[in-house]
């Protein structure tokens, strides 16, 4: 950090040069070449941390933080008259005023919990259908996207370490403390925000994001891992992960699929963010070496080749930043939807005309063969960089609808099906 | 597409916007009471970066004893109205009176530079968003903004940002990007 890049020099001489040609701007920052293969990197990254190795063309791209009280509700209603979905599907506002929503969660008694992003806070949703109430149950945690429910419990992901509480539904109104049941996870903010899923055995899949976009990252991160929440064992299931904050277990196998999200500063076209399938404990998915199963990194591929890796089940598409996603086990939608994965995709930023912000159905057999993707829900993008929407996550309800959260909009929809 | 967008931009209103912020002023004000030299200008900043920070004071993920309560007794609507009415006034002018520390002010823009700080204020640290602009800010916010990022008194947003932005800095480095970007137009 204290020292300076080398690029700085020539990053100097065109501030110089801007500063001759704009009077009232006498301050041009140069391109930066990051090192982020240092703890102190991954400890205290800079502001900027998420930029790679930038061109000349991509100075500028960065994230868009969401309105901060999102969306007011007339003009979501607007936005999903212009939804597109296939015939016989209908999409409808169900709750909003959920700022930075994120991962969802269903209590036994039919709670809707709800993780989020910037606000640090975790949600509530109760009530019947038509009027619905969000309550704030906690806050001050720090990126809790991550939220799931089992036996009762709620588990909410706080960078570094796993909480639970017990008997949550029936104290929403006050949740008092959480109790540790993981710590061993390292606390560097960048990528350190979760997904979590359970299986019928219990085990909690946590994914561990790298802290850097392009790296040789720490060997405690840049996986996934299983988590015994009643003991604190864990074990690592899959290796070479770069960012994923969404998956599911397949009802048909009991196997964990992942969404991940690809590097960026690449290209506008790629690499193209990917679906994963866990057939074997202990796979490598090729981060940081090889992307999208074919394209073997310019500066991290360190001698490896693309075939030493598990290739993705799908290739998504180039940053259109797949996060939560379910296998369809309602029974509202046509038969063919059955065990489909409808995968919400946050949509881009570090690409020109952005692309995403849409749910997709991807249509895949057990073993991962003979996948094939096709849009189902779209329409929540506005020219080439203007959200009206951004669907984080999806779950389906007990009638056999299909919740989405929007963290730009603070809202859930209901996609439902008639004939 | 375009009667949308229409809609969109006219759902806050910068005048009602205007009327709510009038008792603000006492502290926000160019030339307001001494006890307001802590307290920011907010002439210019982006709309985002305004509402963000009243929704941070509203759900005490900002704790500011003055704040903290103001906030409290705003809506959604207010919010955004607010945010509207400061974006659209010009922003406010840097300070006129000779530079008695010249070295402190070029100390701080070089520490601009090496921690990137345009990254994210962009060039001309003019903001964009849900990020500030910095030029032309008094000088003791500033200070006290870095120094409360420093100690940890304030946590940033959502992405790992300001408390690690300021990380490496020691507080003569924090005066020094406090000296130069209050001097900045």
Redesign the interface.
């Known amino acids: 950090m204290s020292s300076l890049p080398k690029s700085w020099a020539s990053g100097a001489a065109l501030a110089l040069a801007a500063a001759a040609l704009v009077a009232s701007s006498a301050f041009a920052q140069g391109l930066k070449s990051y090192d982020s293969t240092k703890k102190e990197f991954w400890e205290h990254p800079p502001a900027d941390w998420f930029l790679g190795d930038e061109t000349q063309a991509q100075k500028g791209l960065a994230p868009k933080a969401p309105p901060a009280t999102g969306v007011p509700i007339e003009e979501i209603q607007a936005t999903l008259k212009n939804i597109k979905l296939p015939k016989g599907f209908h999409i409808s506002l169900w709750a909003s005023g959920i700022p930075s929503a994120r991962q969802m969660a269903w209590g036994d008694k039919g709670t809707l919990f709800v993780g989020a992003f910037g606000v640090g806070n975790v949600y509530a949703v109760t009530g019947p259908e038509g009027s619905k109430q969000v309550k704030v149950v906690l806050k001050g945690l720090q990126m809790p996207t991550g939220v799931a429910f089992r036996g009762g419990a709620l588990y909410v992901a706080d960078i570094d370490k796993i909480l639970k509480w017990d008997n949550a539904e029936a104290n929403v109104d006050n949740l008092g403390e959480g109790k540790v049941v993981y710590g061993d996870m390292p606390s560097y903010p960048a990528h350190g925000w979760k997904y979590l899923v359970f299986d019928k055995h219990g085990w909690l899949y946590v994914p561990l994001g790298p802290p850097c976009n392009e790296c040789l990252p720490p060997t405690s991160v840049s996986q996934i891992r299983r988590v015994n929440p009643e003991n604190g064992n864990a074990e690592i299931v899959a290796l070479g992960v770069r960012n994923s904050v969404g998956g599911d277990v397949d009802p048909r196998t009991g196997d964990y699929w992942f969404s991940e999200n690809a590097r960026d500063w690449l290209a506008d076209n790629g690499p193209s963010d990917k679906l994963n399938h866990i057939t074997r404990m202990g796979q490598h998915f090729g981060y940081p070496y090889c992307h999208q199963g074919n394209l073997p990194d310019p500066k991290y591929a360190m001698g490896h080749k693309c075939s030493e890796f598990t290739p993705p089940v799908l290739n998504l598409g180039a940053h259109v930043a797949p996060l939560g996603m379910k296998f369809y086990t309602g029974k509202q939608f046509p038969a063919a939807y059955q065990n489909n994965i409808f995968l919400a995709e946050h949509g881009s930023w570090n690409r020109h005309q952005y692309q995403g912000a849409r749910i997709v159905r991807i249509i895949v057999d057990a073993k991962g063969h003979q996948a094939k993707q096709e849009v189902f829900a779209s329409g929540w993008i506005k020219g080439a960089q203007d959200f009206h929407g951004r669907p984080a996550d999806v779950i389906v309800a007990k009638d056999g609808s299909l919740l989405v959260a929007d963290d730009w909009a603070g809202a859930i929809y209901q996609i439902s099906y008639k004939k | 597409?375009a009667a949308?967008?229409g809609?969109?931009a006219s759902?806050a209103d910068p005048a009602a916007g205007k009327a709510k912020f009038e008792p603000c002023l006492a502290c926000h004000a160019s030339g307001a009471a001494p006890q307001g030299e802590v307290a920011p200008l907010l002439e210019g900043q982006p709309d985002?970066f305004i509402?963000?920070q009243?929704?941070?004071f509203r759900?005490?993920?900002r704790l500011d004893p003055a704040m903290t309560p103001i906030s409290k007794l705003l809506s959604?609507?207010d919010?955004?109205d607010i945010?509207a009415y400061l974006a659209s006034l010009p922003p406010p002018h840097a300070v006129q009176a000779t530079d008695e520390r010249p070295d402190l002010t070029e100390a701080g823009?070089q520490l601009?530079?090496?921690?990137?700080?345009?990254?994210?204020h962009?060039?001309?640290?003019v903001g964009?968003?849900?990020?500030p602009r910095l030029a032309a800010q008094r000088e003791a916010y500033l200070l006290k903004s870095l120094r409360d990022f420093k100690s940890g008194k304030r946590r940033?947003?959502?992405?790992?940002?300001?408390p690690?932005?300021v990380?490496?800095l020691s507080d003569t480095g924090l005066q020094a990007l406090a000296h130069y970007l209050a001097r900045?137009?």
Do not use: H, K
């Open positions: 597409m949308l967008s809609a969109v759902a985002n509402q963000w009243l929704v941070y759900t005490e993920t959604d609507a919010i955004r945010g823009e601009a530079r090496a921690n990137r700080c345009a990254s994210c962009l060039d001309g640290f964009r968003d849900a990020v940033g947003g959502g992405m790992a940002a300001m690690d932005a990380y490496p900045l137009q």
